[in-house]
């Protein structure tokens, strides 16, 4: 069963995008580069700002430009504003 979910898990992440506003730690775990921990980091830094832009998450510890350009098109992110994020 586990096998199955992590097929479908990376069949999505191949053929859909990633919103980093909104994905769940094993969507994010789907992207290259991105285990457990850093996973974790993008959804406790997204708990106070909202990512206007794909490359805020170099902004989160342990996420360089260079793991975000591996993933480039496998990313996106929702508009902000629907009062979940502290202002910045």
Do not use: H, P
């Amino acid at each position: 069963m586990k096998i199955i979910l992590a097929m479908i898990l990376s069949m999505s992440i191949v053929f859909g995008t990633v919103d980093i506003n909104k994905a769940s730690a094993k969507e994010l775990q789907g992207l290259k580069g991105i285990g457990v921990k850093k996973a974790s980091a993008i959804i406790i830094y997204r708990k106070d700002n909202c990512f206007k832009n794909i490359y805020e998450l170099s902004n989160v510890k342990g996420i360089s430009t260079k793991t975000i350009n591996k993933n480039i098109d496998n990313l996106e992110v929702s508009k902000c504003g629907n009062g979940n994020f502290k202002s910045q």
